[in-house]
């Protein structure tokens, strides 16, 4: 029933005894004649070379060293690699058995391959297995899903074989204990009333995402508990996972064949969700020339560049009132931004350029991040409470005013959330915004202009867009199409004379100039797998001190 295999290995024959009494014969000769031969050392010396017993003297005729024929320096010789231990193969054996008790094949096995076991008491059924050359660990393995047991070796290689019930086992986790939410919203109404009816539209673009890492993990191992549970029964588990989110600890009660299933979806979690990507954005504004109107040539820049350049259009962004973008995606795995850098170079054919910002950050694996370059412009509005008039003319209580303090976002926006493949592809959800104030207006509330109050509302222009992308590790997506047209207005004249009616505009000039710029975003996504200065952020090691970050407060 069970046999193990052995390996015989080469020249382990015996050999023949004739052999073995020639091989003493011929030594012990030698040795006879080796003890009866005497050899006495003679040592022939040249003529001349005698004298005063110096035998080893060189001759008169030979000259002499140089003096400056320096010792060679000693060769240091690396240390010897020791040669690795063989590891040791495991016994292989084979069984061949139907329908019989767990228990006998057990006892037959551990007496056959020589171990000692221990059997629980609980052990009870009928197995069949037929292994071919297999360790004792993988014939157990097996017998484990046709029997509901356990095996342990303990530190004396003894086998303990029990029934597989449950028990708690703790897991690490690494992950940080904090719950996230993301709402983003674009609302673009219109309203045009004539007589008694009106027309009414909206747009509405609107995305929820709500993250809580340890909730989500705890449900999910609930639900795979109750998947692979013994008979199928409605059990409750919810108090067979105790998170402790503090610690970065997870407790779990589950029989050891859960415990393996359990550990498998715990490291690929894991290794999923800590995955992380470097997202540089680049904002690059290009006041366009009078050649180039109509926006950024990209097929120009695609047939003079070296680049390899895939070009796509977005016709629909989030923006319903905006320009249709334009999407490119730079290809090349480039790890050092020089594609970013030359690709800004190209577009300084098209008309003057301006960088408005360049900011970086790290995201983990399907994690919202944002960034925000920003001004927070203030401005006031003003409440005012008209005095109150008795019926005789006098005022009761006076005028109060309320003044309410605002902020605007001035700048640049970016919210972006990067999904991280096996193969280093990153889906990113894009939301790029950029905002100014284009002037000022007066508050027309009626009760402000009776008091002679000016209250200043700015007035805000807002370029953004949303786009879902995929792009490989280290390629550039560059979305673009955000064009505006602006008009500026120069009044200059005489002071006090210009102002005179009639006759002012003698003493003063007027100049409009119109210009166009278009609006272009780059955006590099890079997947870090060792987030070091010795590993993927070895590039920015320049931008440290030099002394380090410990020294710099001294």
């Given at each position: 029933m069970l046999r193990k295999n052995k390996i015989l290995l080469p020249g382990s024959s015996q050999k023949t005894p004739g052999i073995h009494a020639l091989y003493g014969f011929l030594s012990v000769s030698v040795l006879f004649l080796t003890a009866c031969s005497t050899t006495q050392l003679q040592t022939t010396v040249p003529p001349g070379n005698v004298e005063n017993g110096r035998h080893l003297e060189a001759p008169a005729n030979q000259s002499e060293a140089p003096e400056d024929n320096a010792i060679p320096e000693v060769v240091e010789t690396l240390p010897l690699i020791s040669v690795p231990e063989p590891v040791a193969e495991p016994d292989l054996y084979s069984v061949s058995v139907m329908d019989v008790p767990v228990r006998d094949l057990l006892f037959r096995v551990a007496?056959?391959?020589?171990?000692?076991?221990?059997?629980?008491?609980?052990?009870?059924?009928?197995?069949?297995?037929?292994?071919?050359?297999?360790?004792?660990?993988?014939?157990?393995?097996?017998?484990?899903?046709?029997?509901?047991?356990?095996?342990?070796?303990?530190?004396?290689?003894?086998?303990?074989?029990?029934?597989?019930?449950?028990y708690w086992q703790i897991y690490e986790i690494d992950y940080v204990n904090v719950t996230r939410s993301a709402e983003t919203s674009t609302d673009i109404a219109t309203s045009i009333t004539t007589g008694g009816g009106g027309n009414n539209s909206t747009a509405n673009l609107s995305q929820n995402s709500?993250?809580?890492?340890?909730?989500?993990?705890?449900?999910?191992?609930?639900?795979?508990l109750?998947?692979?549970?013994?008979?199928?029964?409605?059990?409750?588990?919810?108090?067979?996972?105790?998170?402790?989110?503090?610690?970065?600890?997870?407790?779990?009660?589950?029989?050891?064949?859960?415990?393996?299933?359990?550990?498998?979806?715990?490291?690929?979690?894991?290794?999923?969700?800590?995955?992380?990507?470097?997202?540089?954005?680049?904002?690059?504004?290009?006041?366009?020339?009078?050649?180039?109107?109509?926006?950024?040539?990209?097929?120009?820049?695609?047939?003079?560049?070296?680049?390899?350049i895939n070009f796509g259009q977005n016709l629909?962004?989030?923006?319903?009132?905006?320009?249709?973008?334009?999407?490119?995606?730079?290809?090349?795995?480039?790890?050092?931004?020089?594609?970013?850098?030359?690709?800004?170079?190209?577009?300084?054919?098209?008309?003057?350029?301006?960088?408005?910002?360049?900011?970086?950050?790290?995201?983990?694996?399907?994690?919202?991040?944002?960034?925000?370059?920003?001004?927070?412009?203030?401005?006031?509005?003003?409440?005012?409470?008209?005095?109150?008039?008795?019926?005789?003319?006098?005022?009761?209580?006076?005028?109060?005013?309320?003044?309410?303090?605002?902020?605007?976002?001035?700048?640049?926006?970016?919210?972006?959330?990067?999904?991280?493949?096996?193969?280093?592809?990153?889906?990113?959800?894009?939301r790029p915004t950029i905002s100014r104030i284009v002037r000022f207006v007066n508050d027309p509330n009626p009760v402000l202009a009776q008091e002679?109050?000016?209250?200043?509302?700015?007035?805000?222009?807002?370029?953004?867009?949303?786009?879902v992308m995929k792009v490989f590790s280290g390629d550039i997506a560059v979305l673009g199409g955000l064009m505006q047209d602006t008009l500026d207005n120069t009044n200059a004249g005489l002071p006090g004379a210009s102002r005179l009616p009639g006759i002012g505009s003698l003493f003063s000039y007027r100049e409009d100039s119109a210009s166009k710029t278009e609006l272009i975003i780059f955006i590099r996504p890079v997947v870090i797998?060792?987030?070091?200065?010795?590993?993927?952020?070895?590039?920015?090691?320049?931008?440290?001190?030099?002394?380090?970050?410990?020294?710099?407060?001294?």
């Open positions: 007496r056959d391959a020589n171990i000692n076991i221990d059997i629980h008491p609980a052990i009870s059924g009928q197995v069949s297995l037929n292994a071919i050359d297999q360790s004792i660990p993988q014939i157990l393995e097996r017998l484990s899903q046709q029997i509901n047991i356990r095996w342990t070796f303990d530190d004396s290689d003894n086998v303990l074989v029990e029934p597989d019930l449950p709500n993250y809580d890492f340890w909730t989500s993990l705890t449900n999910n191992i609930i639900s795979l109750s998947e692979i549970s013994t008979g199928g029964e409605n059990i409750d588990l919810s108090n067979s996972v105790v998170p402790n989110r503090e610690s970065g600890l997870l407790n779990i009660r589950a029989t050891g064949r859960q415990h393996r299933e359990v550990q498998s979806f715990l490291s690929l979690v894991q290794n999923r969700s800590l995955s992380q990507v470097l997202i540089e954005a680049t904002v690059v504004e290009v006041n366009l020339s009078d050649n180039y109107q109509s926006g950024v040539d990209w097929n120009a820049i695609i047939n003079n560049s070296d680049l390899d629909l962004g989030a923006n319903l009132n905006a320009a249709p973008t334009n999407e490119l995606i730079i290809s090349g795995n480039d790890t050092t931004g020089e594609s970013v850098d030359a690709t800004v170079r190209l577009l300084s054919q098209f008309g003057d350029l301006r960088v408005l910002s360049s900011p970086r950050i790290m995201a983990l694996n399907n994690q919202p991040a944002m960034l925000r370059v920003v001004d927070n412009r203030v401005y006031f509005t003003i409440d005012v409470t008209p005095a109150t008039v008795g019926a005789n003319g006098n005022i009761t209580s006076p005028a109060t005013y309320t003044s309410n303090l605002e902020t605007v976002p001035v700048g640049f926006v970016m919210t972006v959330t990067p999904q991280i493949s096996d193969d280093d592809q990153v889906t990113l959800n894009v002679g109050v000016i209250s200043q509302i700015p007035e805000i222009q807002v370029r953004e867009m949303e786009s797998n060792q987030a070091s200065l010795e590993g993927d952020l070895d590039r920015y090691r320049n931008y440290l001190p030099e002394n380090g970050l410990s020294n710099s407060g001294s």
